[in-house]
């Protein structure tokens, strides 16, 4: 696996080396110097990158204008832009005269892209555009290759998404303003489904990543705010069944403490580190091939977590040290993969 990684300001794309020296190097390959920049003449940001089968990439980003809009761009396994693609590998969506947000994508079996976001005209609507191969929208999904909320699904933004193997959708994001943690699932052909959507204990959750294992159970990871003024957080995992309900497998539930509601499936893990606040979170989660859970975050703005749970919540001490690995140094992980040899990959920033 080639790791890639967007940084905010200008859009920059780098591809680790590997070398026969040493691995880890940037790689000469991709652009002259293993790294890409995109400079529209704005500010651009990019926000999530896809690999094709073909090697091509696809990278979402924000354009922000006058207002906010999405970029997909593709790139040539070399670092150029594909120019097959919209002309000049770049193509920009907006969904009308406010804010168009673009967060996630993911690239399904049959090569299409979703692409996940919000759209903001005083209302936050949930947001999801398809398109083909060739970057085109697809009109076999949604309207016009546009899924966008209305009704109970209102304010609500797709922040992560994953694939069932039936073909349905099912996303996390946080509503109104980000406070109040969203589960919810869209069918193969763009509609949501007003069942498979419930928030969790109002602002007491964040909601930030997921994944989705071979039997088509949801991970969800993020943070739970444990005082009022949300300067102590835990990290939390929520397990959900392939119909979206909670896990008692798991976990048997707790109470919350705002709402009093009971709520199965989910754990709260905190490491207990000295620091200026306790603050635990959780923001990717992959299942690994033995069916185990890879959860990264941080600890305080300084060290990286790795936490590795069974799929019964306990943290599993042959994989990890008490199933907990942190670094000692200024630095959070917000990105996790796998590697096919074992490895784990962990992208983030440092302070």
Known sequence: MLLRYLLPATLIICMPGRTAAQDGLLDNSFNGTGKVIYDGGVYEDGEDIAVRPDGKLW??????????????????????????????GVEEFSEGTGNTFGACLLLQPDGKLLIGGSYDDFYTHALVLRVDENGVLDPTFGTGGVLMSTGNTQETRVGRMGRQSDGTIVYVGNATYQVIPVVGSFSGTGQFDPFHEFFLCNDDDHFTSLCVTPDDRVFVTG??????????????????????????TFSIGYICGQLDSYTPGIQYYNTGLPNYQTYDAGYDVVATPDG??????????????????????????????NGLVVTPIAEVGSRIALHPDGKIIVAGWTY
């Open 59 to 88: 990278v979402l980003a924000a354009r922000v204008d006058t207002i906010e809009t999405i970029l997909l761009m593709r790139y040539n396994a070399d670092g150029s832009l594909d120019n097959s693609f919209s002309g000049d």
């Open 223 to 248: 943070y739970h705010w444990v005082d009022t003024l949300g300067f102590n957080y835990e990290a939390l995992l929520l397990a959900l069944r392939p119909d979206l309900t909670g896990d008692t």
């Open 292 to 321: 185990h859970l890879i959860m990264a975050g941080g600890n305080g703005h300084s060290r990286i977590e790795l936490l590795m749970v069974d799929t019964h919540s306990a943290p599993d001490s042959i994989g990890f040290s």
